[in-house]
């Protein structure tokens, strides 16, 4: 189904309010054009999405931001929808791990989850023909952008 991208994030952005207030991270949409779309389940992507806020908030330290944001590419035919966040990031190392069923960027931490969300996350991604990646840089914070086909 065609989906408008941009709508789906307010949606989850409005869903994930309360955590955020309670996390004192703010999270904010940074899609710059009106309209992305693309062709995809909205309740698995949507799920997908609150996943990735999720975990954003809760490796984010208070006072910090999580930008939300769809933009074209980067393949064609394919257009992104992205999050980033400014918590510790994740070792070059740890990056696939993460994706791999109760897999975490630090094993034995207890971070309140079962290591299931970022395999959803991935799932999902290659469910629609695309894919997930994850970027972090050695100042911290993570990029993720679920790459999904285009409309």
């Not at 698995?44 to 910090?64: C, F, K, M, Q």
């Not at 393949?75 to 696939?96: N, Q, W």
């Amino acid at each position: 189904m065609r989906i408008d991208l941009r709508l789906l994030a307010d949606a989850a952005l409005s869903g994930m309010a309360g955590l955020a207030q309670i996390s004192s991270v703010k999270i904010r949409q940074a899609t710059a054009e009106e309209f992305i779309f693309a062709l995809a389940d909205a309740d698995i992507v949507r799920r997908a999405l609150d996943n990735l806020l999720d975990n954003g908030l809760r490796y984010s330290p208070a006072g910090s931001s999580i930008e939300v944001w769809a933009e074209p590419g980067p393949a064609a035919g394919k257009v992104s929808l992205c999050v980033r966040d400014h918590g510790p990031g994740i070792a070059d190392s740890m990056r696939e791990r993460i994706f791999e069923k109760y897999g975490q960027a630090e094993p034995g931490a207890r971070s309140g989850n079962q290591g299931l969300g970022l395999t959803f996350v991935r799932l999902a991604g290659e469910a629609h023909g695309g894919a997930v990646t994850v970027e972090s840089p050695a100042t911290g914070g993570c990029l993720f952008r679920i790459q999904l086909p285009a409309a």
